[in-house]
């Protein structure tokens, strides 16, 4: 520290001031005569402008805080005017010896002495300066009120000592007068500091009374805890609600362990919505405003629902993986299910997975015996071998493979031929992740095949004969038919030629009976007995030569479809009499007794060819008649109206019908006795007409006869005979 | 001698047997007779002698018993005299055929002479009935 001599300083050119100047700054004085900072900074202008000195600094004893504080400044930076504080604890410092020194003392910058802390270099960027005392009162040794810093060295000339003097004196003046004013200045600028910091925290702070009363909050506290008679009704609900959640938290919190954090749901008063807060109170003790809370509360609505959610994702992570659990879960009993062998192998090879078939073929227990252990084995060698063809792309590029694998069944080295299909699982990028094979048992498919094949052979062999077998009936059907053509044109022309044959017979016939009917007759006049004898044996045999004609006749026409039926209504018991009449003389000659049995009861009356019923009728007494040599012949009419059935029964006494003999009687030229020798004539035509007649009524001959009890003919037909 | 008011009755027949057998017998039994062995023949009698009965056999050589009888029928002169068919056919549809054709009876031979006449007194005494 150096004790400058002012007169050994070169005097500086400088204006000088005029006396109208100084009583400028005077006035100035006055009119802010309770302001310390204006009057020092007018100060400091006026020693610009009159005195040359650009650049000063006013600093000014703070004796409370025992700090040297910036006042005013000019040519240098506001806010290091106004920041600049310095400790007047240390006697040494330069800046606080100068306060005891009656002269300017130089000051140097930089830091070569090691004692100078930078000061003046703080203030005025580097380089010397030079501080000059303010004392308002003339005695020396007195400690100054201040410090006038100015740049460099300088000259004390008459306008400098002379603005020393008035400002000591004024600012003398002023703290004399205005310290108390300066301290609520001073308080008042704290207090904004205080509010633009707690203003400036994003999260609500309050200081309550412990009855949770607002005694200070901040911005965002004010938005939730307070509210103007002018704001909306809403809000100013939403506001008391607030107030009461908030006294509430903190009665709960005197109780309870103070600095714990608590959650406190607000409602928003803007719009409504829900705020979750985290409240985190703690107690202050002031000895003049008594016991407070400060309470800062952090909005966590956010940190809420994004816990909600993490915990709602992580219970669908849950309920995925269960489902993901089941899935697999399923997917094995559903693989296990399968009958056929599936494994499923890693992109390696190796085997992942098998179900309970696979398992019986390509595992084995330890104490499996050599064979299924070597089975075992052998199986696991053709299935690697088949897999890695597939992961080595043999077998073209396709992502399924198919090939047939011979394995054993370790159990029983039974041979297993197994067609194996081994599919690829690709991801989504088409990276191989696994091969699934499934291997199914062929023997089965073998032995149907072969069975079908031995089906397939026999069935056309079958085929093949049934082939020759119809074309066989083929040639025999044709043969049949074209005989069966033949047959019936063989049968026409029969037909035919026994119908002209019957006419050609008729006519000379004809002549033969006539002429023997007229000589019998006495055309030719009287003959003798032995002659008419002879005539009659002609007649006699003639009639029968015709009556064999006509009955030839009857079987031809029927046999050709040509019998005409003429239905007309008739009695039945009229056709019997008729009959009876007609045959009266072979009655005669038979010296037999004929009882007609008529029915009486109601008019036998029917629809039917009366001419053919009655030739049945006579042709069955005829038969009656020429076999029975005793006893009696009955004929016996019956009608059932309700069945509309009407019958006629011929009953004889004759030599019966033995049972065995029942048919052939009424087949076509048939006695019982056709020998040449036999003892009755006849054509045995006579039941065969009779039966077919009957049939083309619509009725039918019924036989009841036993060899010697006589024999009972009866012809039944239908009231109504089919047209 | 056979009285000239008898009945003429012409028979046609081409079996000669069979028409002496019958002219004969009706001669025999009282009639007056005239014979015919073919349709014209039959046909050029009937218009000539105006008989008041024809047997009329149907097979006939040319001209037959049908179509005779159709001719005999359709004319004004020879309608009203009655015709007994005489056939041998006893096929079906014979006796149809002949009623078609006009004939008034039917006889189916063989018949015998004694038969015959029994038709021709019917059919005379129910022509003179009429």
Redesign the interface.
Known sequence: MTQLSVRSVPRAPAATATPSSRLELLEYYLAHHDDLALCAQASLEWLARHAGVKRSICLIVDAESSLLAGLAGTGVRTEDVELFSWPLSDPRDPLVAALSHTGPTALRGGRTNGEDRGASSTLFGGGSSTAIPLRPGRASDETAIGLLLVKAAIVLTPDVAWLVTVLSQKIDQIRGRGSLAEEARRLRRERALFFTIINSVTDPILLTDTEGRLIVANARAEKLFAASEEESEGRRRAVELNNMLFSAALSRTAVETPSEARELLLVDPSDGSDLLFEVLSSTVEDPREGTGIVSVLRNITDLRRATEQIEENYQKLRVAEAAARAERDRLNLIIDSVADPIIVTDQGGATVLMNAPAEELFTVSMTADDTAQRTVQANDAHFSSFISGLLLGEGGPGEIRRGEIGLMNPQTSEPIPVEAIAGKVLTETGELTAVVTILHDRREALERARLYEQLKSASDELQMRVQSATAELATQNELLRRQAIELEQASRLKSQFLANMSHEFRTPLNAILGYTHMLLQGVGGELPANVRRQLQRIDSNGRHLLTIINEILDITRIEAGKMPMQITEFDLNEIVQEVMTELDPVITRSRLAVMPRLAAASSPVVQSDRQKVKQIVVNLLSNALKFTHQGGVEIAVEYVPEERAASISVTDTGIGIAPEHHDKIFEDFRQVDDSPSRQYGGTGLGLAICRRLASALGGRIVLRSNLGEGSTFTLTIPADAPQ | MTDQNAPLILVVDD?Q??RE??A??LQ?SGFRVAEAKNGNEAVDQAFALKPDLILMDL?LPGMDGWEATRRLKADEATRHIPIVALT??????ASEGARKAGCDSFVT??????DLVVEVRRMLSATKHI
């Open positions: 079996y047997d069979a057998m019958y004969e017998y025999f097979s041998g056919h006893a096929l079906a549809g031979k063989p018949c015998l002479p004694d």
